[in-house]
């Protein structure tokens, strides 16, 4: 037996064993997306209702799997703390049973060195290669540089059907503390349906974008419906933060080729994977895709250097000032800031670069009568101002071009009078008439 394969037998633990030598004041980190740890998460919430552990902190970036730390049984027991929140940490949020870290993702790391008491690493990784190395997977962001900034304590669970990323960090197990063995079948990206409004708005942005351009797009309808836009454009690039289908579309159809890039050219950079099996597959020991740090990967110096740089994203709603809101429902919880700002920003100094929020012009909500009932209510995304409470991801000073099925309005470099009517114009005509007679209330047409 190698000295490394003994390593690891030693270190070899049940998820319920490493659960439950959690002690008291353990603050962990999990990483993005599909990095958390899905069985220890698990064993903790049964070690948590046992009574065997309590007094424990996680902080995690999108969280995916159903865990201890976004379980209400368990609130007052494990605490999780979302830096970007999926389903699990939205709804335990919203019921007060959980915590957010005001971040961009760009800045997670810088954030994580300035809490040193988050110091256990709780990772899912490949398994171990002869050399005693696992690597990180289909997550890049945060994992290598937390263990050189804070890591005292690193436990591994290793899931025989985590891609191996050439690129990606790799940990060795002389670093490690405890490790676990799985072998579940990694959550896939349900199918998207593109409806004519995400069509449309698609093709939009598609005929606007050049041969040769390098794509940031973000997770939905409306990217995917713009990957799906660009199947005949050449030479397209890929410096994203997110790799997604729609991205291994573009490459095997040919028209992301990477061969124009000034950096990593011929290579698909992004910081985390999330999608079907497929898109798995495709990454695993791929030379040709390079999952790296955010640091680097979000950092607008680095997109800037990409020429005719297009990042595609979303939002909940806008006003007439140009004020993007994408992490919340008035003061209700959504998700985060995530990487928007720093695409709008890379962007923007890119040479011929453009970035877009995009989003279909009305969304629906539910209200209450007087009566106590509730129905059904339509309402514009483009709003006067923004619903009370709303958080601001992108603000108006940054923000460059919005899109709706009704066409794109250019806000970057427009006076204020100029960006109402810009985003009047591309409003549901239903409620073009409406936010006109505010603008004028609020003195912003001339």
């Avoid at 690493?121 to 290598?144: K, N, Q, R, W």
């Avoid at 490690?176 to 799985?182: G, L, Y």
Wanted: hydrophobic share 35%; proline share 5%; charged share 25%.
């Amino acid at each position: 037996m190698s000295d490394n394969r003994k390593l690891y037998e030693e270190k070899l633990r049940t998820p319920l064993e490493i659960a439950e030598s959690l002690k008291p004041g353990t603050n962990m980190f999990t990483d993005s997306g599909l990095s958390q740890p899905k069985e220890i998460g698990m064993a903790m919430k049964e070690a948590a209702l046992a009574g065997k552990i309590s007094g424990i902190t996680v902080h995690t970036i999108l969280d995916i799997y159903p865990s201890a730390w976004y379980d209400e049984e368990c609130a007052d027991r494990i605490r999780g703390v979302s830096w970007f929140s999926g389903g699990n940490a939205r709804r335990v949020i919203r019921k007060g049973l959980g915590d957010i870290m005001p971040c961009r993702y760009v800045q997670m790391g810088e954030l994580l060195a300035m809490n040193p008491e988050i110091d256990t690493l709780c990772i899912s990784v490949t398994p171990m290669d002869e050399e005693g190395y696992f690597s990180t997977g289909l997550t890049s962001a945060l994992s290598g540089g937390f263990i050189e900034t804070n890591a005292k304590r690193i436990i591994l669970e290793v899931n025989k059907r985590m891609p191996w990323s050439i690129a990606g960090p790799k940990i060795h197990i002389s670093q490690v503390d405890m490790v676990t063995e799985c072998d579940y079948e990694l959550p896939v990206q349900g199918e998207t349906e593109i409806d004519e409004t995400s069509r449309v708005i698609g093709e939009l942005i598609a005929a606007e974008t050049p041969n040769g351009a390098t794509l940031q797009l973000g997770i939905g309808a409306i990217p995917e419906s713009v990957g799906l836009a660009l199947k005949n454009h050449k030479d397209l690039g890929i410096h994203t933060e997110l790799f997604t289908d729609s991205m291994v579309e573009l490459i095997e159809c040919g028209a992301v080729t990477n061969a124009l890039k000034p950096i990593h050219c011929g290579k698909t950079v992004a910081t985390f994977a999330f999608g079907s099996k497929r898109l798995y597959d495709y990454i695993d020991n791929n030379p040709d895709v390079e999952l790296l740090p955010v640091n680097y990967v979000n950092n607008p110096d680095v997109i800037c250097q990409h020429p005719n740089f297009l990042s595609v994203n979303g939002a909940v709603e806008i006003d007439l000032y140009g004020q993007v809101c994408a992490e919340s429902v008035g003061t209700t919880h959504v998700s985060g800031s995530g990487g928007q700002l720093e695409y709008v920003l890379g962007a923007s100094r890119s040479e011929g670069g453009k970035s877009y929020i995009a989003f279909p012009s009305t969304t629906e909500i539910k209200v209450k009568n007087e009566d106590g009932s509730s129905e059904t209510k339509v309402v514009s995304r483009i709003r006067p101002i923004l619903t009370p409470g709303a958080l601001i991801t992108t603000g108006k000073a940054e923000v460059d071009h919005i899109v709706t099925e009704y066409g794109i309005a250019r806000l970057r470099g427009r006076t204020l009078s100029q960006r109402t009517r810009e985003l009047i114009r591309i409003a549901h005509p239903d409620f073009r008439e409406e936010l006109t007679r505010e603008a004028k209330k609020m003195n912003i047409i001339i």
